[in-house]
Protein backbone atom coordinates (compact mmCIF):
# COMPACT_ATOMS: atom_id res chain seq x y z
CA UNK A 1 0.00 0.00 0.00
CA UNK A 2 1.52 3.45 -1.16
CA UNK A 3 2.04 5.93 1.81
CA UNK A 4 2.14 9.58 0.86
CA UNK A 5 3.39 12.61 3.69
CA UNK A 6 3.21 16.07 3.28
CA UNK A 7 6.13 18.73 4.21
CA UNK A 8 6.47 22.12 3.72
CA UNK A 9 6.53 25.45 5.51
CA UNK A 10 3.11 26.57 7.30
CA UNK A 11 3.00 29.98 6.62
CA UNK A 12 3.95 31.72 3.44
CA UNK A 13 3.19 35.52 3.21
CA UNK A 14 1.13 37.09 0.49
CA UNK A 15 2.78 37.37 -2.86
CA UNK A 16 5.42 34.53 -2.35
CA UNK A 17 5.65 30.88 -3.25
CA UNK A 18 3.93 27.89 -1.14
CA UNK A 19 6.57 25.36 -2.31
CA UNK A 20 5.26 21.74 -0.70
CA UNK A 21 7.35 18.23 -0.83
CA UNK A 22 5.16 14.65 -0.40
CA UNK A 23 7.03 11.67 0.30
CA UNK A 24 6.38 8.48 -1.45
CA UNK A 25 6.85 5.01 0.89
CA UNK A 26 5.56 1.84 -0.07
CA UNK A 27 5.55 3.16 -4.42
CA UNK A 28 8.01 4.42 -6.73
CA UNK A 29 7.69 7.80 -8.43
CA UNK A 30 9.77 5.99 -11.05
CA UNK A 31 7.71 3.31 -12.29
CA UNK A 32 5.28 4.83 -14.17
CA UNK A 33 2.50 3.07 -12.64
CA UNK A 34 0.59 6.09 -11.19
CA UNK A 35 -0.66 9.72 -11.47
CA UNK A 36 0.93 12.07 -8.31
CA UNK A 37 -1.84 14.61 -7.10
CA UNK A 38 -2.16 17.38 -4.96
CA UNK A 39 -5.77 18.63 -3.72
CA UNK A 40 -6.55 21.39 -1.46
CA UNK A 41 -9.22 22.11 1.06
CA UNK A 42 -10.02 25.69 2.39
CA UNK A 43 -11.00 25.87 5.98
CA UNK A 44 -14.74 24.80 6.48
CA UNK A 45 -14.91 24.25 2.44
CA UNK A 46 -14.54 21.41 0.08
CA UNK A 47 -11.90 20.02 -2.38
CA UNK A 48 -9.96 21.38 -5.28
CA UNK A 49 -8.08 19.43 -7.48
CA UNK A 50 -4.84 21.20 -8.62
CA UNK A 51 -3.14 19.17 -10.58
CA UNK A 52 -0.91 15.57 -11.37
CA UNK A 53 2.12 14.34 -12.74
CA UNK A 54 2.60 11.66 -13.74
CA UNK A 55 5.27 9.80 -15.85
CA UNK A 56 5.43 11.67 -19.64
CA UNK A 57 4.25 14.92 -17.78
CA UNK A 58 1.78 16.85 -15.78
CA UNK A 59 -1.68 18.49 -16.15
CA UNK A 60 -2.99 21.45 -14.19
CA UNK A 61 -6.50 22.72 -13.14
CA UNK A 62 -6.58 25.88 -16.01
CA UNK A 63 -7.54 28.64 -13.23
CA UNK A 64 -4.26 27.98 -11.47
CA UNK A 65 -1.94 26.61 -14.52
CA UNK A 66 -0.18 30.12 -14.52
CA UNK A 67 1.08 29.88 -11.33
CA UNK A 68 1.81 25.98 -10.55
CA UNK A 69 4.57 23.50 -10.85
CA UNK A 70 4.61 20.63 -10.23
CA UNK A 71 7.83 18.30 -10.23
CA UNK A 72 9.26 14.91 -9.42
CA UNK A 73 12.58 13.66 -7.76
CA UNK A 74 13.38 10.24 -8.25
CA UNK A 75 16.15 9.99 -5.78
CA UNK A 76 14.24 11.07 -2.76
CA UNK A 77 11.19 9.08 -4.47
CA UNK A 78 8.95 12.54 -3.60
CA UNK A 79 7.09 15.14 -5.66
CA UNK A 80 6.41 18.81 -5.26
CA UNK A 81 3.96 21.66 -5.69
CA UNK A 82 4.95 25.26 -6.33
CA UNK A 83 2.13 27.92 -6.28
CA UNK A 84 3.31 31.54 -7.00
CA UNK A 85 2.34 34.75 -6.00
CA UNK A 86 -0.04 33.58 -3.29
CA UNK A 87 -2.80 35.11 -1.28
CA UNK A 88 -5.35 34.45 1.31
CA UNK A 89 -7.45 32.87 -1.06
CA UNK A 90 -4.97 30.00 -1.11
CA UNK A 91 -5.19 28.99 2.66
CA UNK A 92 -5.89 25.64 2.83
CA UNK A 93 -5.08 21.89 3.85
CA UNK A 94 -3.23 20.61 1.01
CA UNK A 95 -3.33 17.25 0.35
CA UNK A 96 -0.80 14.93 -1.91
CA UNK A 97 -2.19 11.66 -3.48
CA UNK A 98 -1.75 9.26 -6.08
CA UNK A 99 -3.89 6.80 -8.35
CA UNK A 100 -3.21 3.63 -10.92
CA UNK A 101 -5.46 5.96 -13.35
CA UNK A 102 -5.85 9.68 -13.79
CA UNK A 103 -9.60 9.73 -13.08
CA UNK A 104 -9.27 9.18 -9.14
CA UNK A 105 -7.28 8.81 -5.96
CA UNK A 106 -6.69 5.57 -4.66
CA UNK A 107 -4.54 6.94 -1.90
CA UNK A 108 -4.12 10.20 0.05
CA UNK A 109 -1.50 12.04 2.58
CA UNK A 110 -2.74 13.39 5.93
CA UNK A 111 -2.58 17.16 4.54
CA UNK A 112 -0.87 19.98 5.66
CA UNK A 113 -2.34 23.37 6.58
CA UNK A 114 -0.69 26.38 5.08
CA UNK A 115 -1.98 29.80 5.68
CA UNK A 116 -0.85 33.02 3.66
CA UNK A 117 -0.73 35.65 5.68
CA UNK A 118 2.14 38.56 6.59
CA UNK B 1 -15.63 22.68 -15.85
CA UNK B 2 -18.14 20.29 -14.78
CA UNK B 3 -20.39 21.45 -12.09
CA UNK B 4 -20.74 18.42 -9.50
CA UNK B 5 -24.09 18.90 -7.34
CA UNK B 6 -24.43 17.06 -4.35
CA UNK B 7 -27.92 17.26 -2.46
CA UNK B 8 -29.19 17.31 0.44
CA UNK B 9 -26.32 19.43 1.75
CA UNK B 10 -26.70 18.24 5.80
CA UNK B 11 -28.21 14.58 6.34
CA UNK B 12 -29.21 13.59 10.05
CA UNK B 13 -29.83 10.03 10.28
CA UNK B 14 -31.25 7.66 12.94
CA UNK B 15 -28.45 4.93 13.77
CA UNK B 16 -29.50 1.88 11.92
CA UNK B 17 -31.58 3.66 9.42
CA UNK B 18 -31.02 4.42 5.67
CA UNK B 19 -29.35 7.16 4.13
CA UNK B 20 -28.99 8.23 0.42
CA UNK B 21 -27.14 11.39 -1.06
CA UNK B 22 -27.44 12.36 -4.76
CA UNK B 23 -25.05 14.05 -6.90
CA UNK B 24 -25.62 15.29 -10.27
CA UNK B 25 -23.22 16.20 -13.13
CA UNK B 26 -23.72 19.30 -15.47
CA UNK B 27 -22.28 16.88 -18.49
CA UNK B 28 -22.37 12.90 -18.60
CA UNK B 29 -19.86 11.26 -17.06
CA UNK B 30 -19.39 8.58 -20.03
CA UNK B 31 -15.55 8.77 -21.32
CA UNK B 32 -14.68 7.74 -24.67
CA UNK B 33 -13.36 4.01 -23.44
CA UNK B 34 -17.15 3.42 -21.99
CA UNK B 35 -15.96 3.85 -18.50
CA UNK B 36 -18.14 6.06 -15.99
CA UNK B 37 -15.48 7.60 -13.66
CA UNK B 38 -18.03 8.80 -10.77
CA UNK B 39 -15.89 8.46 -6.91
CA UNK B 40 -17.34 8.52 -3.92
CA UNK B 41 -15.26 10.18 -0.84
CA UNK B 42 -15.89 9.91 2.62
CA UNK B 43 -14.21 12.26 4.96
CA UNK B 44 -14.59 11.72 8.91
CA UNK B 45 -13.62 14.47 11.20
CA UNK B 46 -9.98 15.89 11.37
CA UNK B 47 -8.74 12.87 8.44
CA UNK B 48 -8.15 13.19 5.17
CA UNK B 49 -10.69 11.73 2.84
CA UNK B 50 -11.17 8.06 1.62
CA UNK B 51 -12.34 6.82 -1.53
CA UNK B 52 -15.17 4.55 -1.12
CA UNK B 53 -16.49 4.07 -4.36
CA UNK B 54 -14.76 3.79 -7.99
CA UNK B 55 -16.53 4.01 -11.13
CA UNK B 56 -20.05 4.39 -10.24
CA UNK B 57 -20.80 1.12 -8.24
CA UNK B 58 -17.11 -0.68 -7.41
CA UNK B 59 -16.55 -0.75 -3.78
CA UNK B 60 -12.86 -0.03 -2.09
CA UNK B 61 -11.37 -2.89 -0.33
CA UNK B 62 -12.26 -3.00 3.40
CA UNK B 63 -15.19 -0.58 2.33
CA UNK B 64 -18.46 -2.44 3.91
CA UNK B 65 -21.14 -3.53 2.24
CA UNK B 66 -23.30 -1.59 3.44
CA UNK B 67 -21.78 1.27 1.25
CA UNK B 68 -23.13 1.26 -2.68
CA UNK B 69 -22.95 3.38 -5.42
CA UNK B 70 -25.35 3.63 -8.47
CA UNK B 71 -26.13 6.02 -11.13
CA UNK B 72 -25.35 6.67 -15.38
CA UNK B 73 -24.95 9.55 -17.33
CA UNK B 74 -25.25 12.56 -14.75
CA UNK B 75 -27.35 11.19 -12.36
CA UNK B 76 -25.39 9.18 -8.99
CA UNK B 77 -26.25 8.02 -5.86
CA UNK B 78 -24.26 6.52 -2.80
CA UNK B 79 -26.87 4.77 -0.09
CA UNK B 80 -25.99 3.76 2.93
CA UNK B 81 -28.01 0.92 4.06
CA UNK B 82 -27.55 0.62 8.03
CA UNK B 83 -26.46 4.24 9.35
CA UNK B 84 -23.24 3.75 12.40
CA UNK B 85 -21.97 6.43 14.18
CA UNK B 86 -18.75 5.48 12.50
CA UNK B 87 -20.57 6.62 9.14
CA UNK B 88 -20.39 10.67 10.43
CA UNK B 89 -18.32 12.79 8.67
CA UNK B 90 -18.47 14.38 5.21
CA UNK B 91 -19.43 12.73 1.67
CA UNK B 92 -18.16 14.26 -2.13
CA UNK B 93 -18.84 12.63 -5.01
CA UNK B 94 -16.10 13.47 -7.74
CA UNK B 95 -16.24 13.16 -11.64
CA UNK B 96 -12.84 11.55 -13.00
CA UNK B 97 -14.03 12.22 -16.96
CA UNK B 98 -13.61 15.51 -17.67
CA UNK B 99 -10.04 17.85 -17.27
CA UNK B 100 -10.64 19.47 -14.49
CA UNK B 101 -11.11 17.31 -12.17
CA UNK B 102 -13.71 18.01 -10.30
CA UNK B 103 -15.81 17.70 -6.73
CA UNK B 104 -19.09 17.90 -5.68
CA UNK B 105 -19.62 20.64 -2.55
CA UNK B 106 -20.13 17.72 0.08
CA UNK B 107 -23.24 16.11 2.07
CA UNK B 108 -22.58 16.20 5.98
CA UNK B 109 -23.62 13.06 7.33
CA UNK B 110 -24.66 13.49 11.10
CA UNK B 111 -26.57 11.14 13.87
CA UNK B 112 -30.30 12.51 14.81
Known amino acids: QVQLQESGPGLVKPSETLSLTCTVS??????????WSWIRQPPGKGLEWIGY??????TYKPSLKSRVTMSADTSKNQFSLKLSSVTAADTAVYYC???????????WGQGTLVTVSS | DVVMTQSPLSLPVTLGQPASISCRSSQSLVYSDGNTYLNWFQQRPGQSPRRLIY???NRDSGVPDRFSGSGSGTDFTLKISRVEAEDVGVYYC?????????FGGGTRVEIK
Open chain 1, 53 to 58: IYYSGS
Open chain 2, 55 to 57: KVS
Open chain 1, 26 to 35: GGSISSGSYY
Open chain 1, 97 to 107: ACAYSSGTFDY
Open chain 2, 94 to 102: MQGTHWPLT
